[in-house]
Nanobody
């Protein structure tokens, strides 16, 4: 299993970022996928999940209405569109499959 996140960076409060996760080594089209994040000094926090066919999505209350999870099964890629970012959402964002997660991508929200 390999999960490679990208798309993080520095953004001002209120800004947007789109994260991507390239998956390989397993049947991505059959996999329930998630995004989780870890802020400095804190534990892992679940952000969002999507079913294998994209038919159902779930979000943490704190990101509902601002974040959108999506997937392209033809490209074995998971996405997270993040809008109206807040400073407290600065974290390392990971995509997750079962017990696996990638190396993460750093999101910094600062003016």
């Amino acid at each position: 299993v390999q999960l490679v996140e990208s798309g993080g960076g520095l953004v001002q409060p209120g800004g947007s970022l789109r994260l991507s996760c390239a998956a390989s080594g397993f049947s991505f089209r059959s996999a329930h996928m998630s995004w989780v994040r870890q802020a400095p000094g804190k534990g892992l926090e679940w952000v969002s999940s999507i079913r294998s066919d994209g038919s159902n999505t779930d979000y943490a209350d704190s990101v509902k209405g601002r974040f959108t999870i999506a997937r392209d099964n033809a490209k074995n890629t998971l996405y997270l569109q993040m809008n109206s970012l807040k400073s407290e959402e600065a974290a390392v964002y990971y995509c997750k499959f079962s017990t696996y997660r990638g190396q993460g991508t750093q999101v910094t929200v600062s003016s």
